[in-house]
C-alpha cells in the first residue's frame, strides 16, 4: 500500500528531505461526489512520478475531467488524501499553482494581444521562458499582434500550448489538446510536448483522441467508473500483453480480447509482447472490457500506486 502521510507536508514546496521519494501527484482513498448519496470515486489511489508523459483515457463519464479538477484544487475532495508537489491542492498556495499549468478542454480568452496576455499571465510562473515561447509561437505560426478573441479555435489552442509549455511548470496538464488542431498542427504538438518534459516535470495528457498521441504518452492512466484500472508504463505492459492482428478469428485460453478490423482481428494475449507494436486503442478496449482479469495480472489493485 501507498505510505501513510500522517503529516500535513502543506508547505513543503521548499524540499525538505523527509528520508523517502515523495510523487509529484500522491492520491490515497481519495473520496469524492457530486451528491450525498453517489460517490464518483471510492477510495481511488494513484501515484505520479516525475520525468513522464502520463495519458489519462476513460470513456465519458469515467471522472477524467473530475479528478484534474480535485489536483488542481477547483474541487475539494470528501476524504482521503491527495498531495500536489507535497502541498494540499484546496490551500491553493501561490507557490503550489505557479506550479502548475492547466489547460482545459473548455477555455476563456481575455480580448488582449497574445503578446500583451504574455506580458500579464507570465510573471505568476517563475520559469516561464520567453525565448522558448517565441520559438514554439513561431513554430505554430501564431500571430501575436491579433486579438485573442479573434483567432480560430485552433489557434487559441496553439498559443495556450505554447504558453504552458513555456511555463516549465512541475505539473502541465492539458485536457484534450488536440482537440480543433489540423493535422501538420497535431505532428508540431507530439514533437515539442516530447521534448520538452523535464526531469522534475510531469505532463498529464486526457484525451480521447488516443491516436494523435499514442506516441508519446507513457505511461498509461485507464480510469473507468470512478476506478483506475491500469497505470503502467508501456513497458511493464508490454511484459505481460501482446498484441497481433491476425487472419482468422483467435481461440484459446490465452487470447484476452479480440476485435474485427480490416483484413482480420486484432489481439490482445496474455503473455509477453513478440514485438508487435502496441495499439493503444485497441489496449483500452481489452482493458475495459476485461478489467477483472487485467487487475489480477498486473496484481496491483490497477495502478503502481499499491506498489
Not at 485460453?253 to 508487435?276: D, F, H, Q, T
Request: hydrophobic share 40%; glycine share 10%; proline share 4%.
Amino acid at each position: 500500500m501507498l505510505r501513510d502521510f500522517n503529516t500535513d507536508l502543506g508547505n513543503n514546496l521548499a524540499g525538505e528531505d523527509l528520508g523517502f521519494h515523495t510523487p509529484v501527484v500522491w492520491i490515497d482513498n481519495l473520496v469524492f461526489g457530486y451528491t450525498k448519496n453517489k460517490l464518483l470515486f471510492d477510495n481511488l489511489s494513484l501515484s505520479l512520478e516525475s520525468s513522464n508523459i502520463y495519458g489519462l483515457l476513460g470513456r465519458n463519464g469515467a471522472g477524467k475531467t473530475t479528478l484534474l479538477k480535485l489536483v488542481t484544487g477547483q474541487l475539494f475532495r470528501k476524504r482521503g488524501t491527495l498531495r500536489v508537489m507535497g502541498s494540499d491542492p484546496e490551500r491553493r498556495y501561490p507557490s503550489m499553482l505557479s506550479e502548475i499549468f492547466f489547460l482545459p478542454e473548455e477555455f476563456y480568452l481575455p480580448a488582449l494581444s497574445g503578446r500583451d496576455y504574455v506580458k500579464v499571465y507570465s510573471p505568476f510562473y517563475p520559469r516561464f521562458s520567453l525565448e522558448q515561447f517565441g520559438s514554439i509561437a513561431k513554430e505554430f505560426e501564431i500571430e501575436l499582434d491579433k486579438k485573442l478573441t479573434s483567432l480560430s479555435y485552433g489557434q487559441k489552442k496553439k498559443f495556450l500550448v505554447a504558453f504552458g509549455l513555456a511555463t516549465n511548470c512541475s505539473l502541465i496538464i492539458l485536457d484534450e489538446p488536440t482537440n480543433g488542431l489540423d493535422i501538420p498542427s497535431k505532428s508540431q504538438f507530439r514533437k515539442l510536448v516530447s521534448g520538452a518534459v523535464g526531469k522534475e516535470q510531469v505532463f498529464i495528457i486526457s484525451t480521447h483522441q488516443v491516436r494523435d498521441l499514442e506516441n508519446i504518452i507513457d505511461p498509461l492512466i485507464i480510469l473507468d467508473n470512478g476506478r483506475v484500472l491500469l497505470n503502467e508504463s508501456i513497458e511493464s505492459i508490454s511484459a505481460k500483453l501482446n498484441m497481433r492482428v491476425v487472419k482468422d478469428e483467435p481461440e484459446g485460453s490465452g487470447v484476452l480480447y479480440k476485435e474485427k478490423v480490416l483484413g482480420g482481428y486484432a489481439v490482445v494475449e496474455i503473455g509477453a509482447s513478440r514485438g508487435e507494436s502496441m495499439d493503444i486503442e485497441v489496449l483500452f478496449n481489452a482493458v475495459i472490457s476485461k478489467r477483472d482479469v487485467v487487475e489480477n495480472l498486473f496484481k496491483r489493485g490497477g495502478g503502481k500506486e499499491n506498489e
